[in-house]
């Protein structure tokens, strides 16, 4: 029975890891994407995106810039591996996210917000936002969804 319980043990350890940590060479790969002046820091419009997913999966934002030591750590903890929205996301429900928070999560995920965020009658917070250089609208649920859709 021991025996039994310490295998089970095990196995949940196990399921509630991530399935794959990004690699060193992965995370090199990002930061060199990220950081599109050379400079060896994130600052301003290059820390946006990696800002806001610290700040979404609880990680301790640098003030200010981010460096390459911070953005390793956060990296391969995977802070900037895009999360899957669930199937038929957004989803209506009570939302406590304020604003800031819905935003952030858009960001995180690659969106950026161009103006403000509204949340409407169903709980959902919608706003304008680029992806990718283009304009979409975001939406936003109170799981932390994130949907974007091209401008019609």
């Given at each position: ?14 399921a ?25 820091v ?20 640098p ?72 304009s ?17």
């Open positions: 029975m021991r025996k039994l319980l310490v295998v089970a043990a095990f196995a949940a350890t196990c509630a890891l991530p399935a794959f940590a990004a690699t060193d060479s992965e995370c090199q790969a990002m930061w060199t994407k990220a950081d599109t002046n050379s400079d060896g994130l600052f301003d419009a290059e820390a946006m995106r990696y800002a806001a997913a610290m700040r979404v999966r609880e990680t301790k934002v003030a200010g810039k981010i460096t390459p030591v911070d953005f390793m750590e956060a990296c391969k903890r995977d802070v900037y591996a895009p999360r899957k929205a669930d199937a038929d996301a957004p989803l209506p429900g009570a939302n406590s996210f304020t604003e800031g928070q819905a935003k952030d999560r858009a960001a995180a995920q690659g969106i950026m917000p161009t103006g403000a965020f509204s949340k409407d009658k169903e709980g959902i917070w919608r706003g304008q936002a680029t992806q990718d250089g283009k979409v609208q975001v939406a936003v649920d109170y799981k932390g969804n994130v949907v974007a859709q091209a401008q019609q």
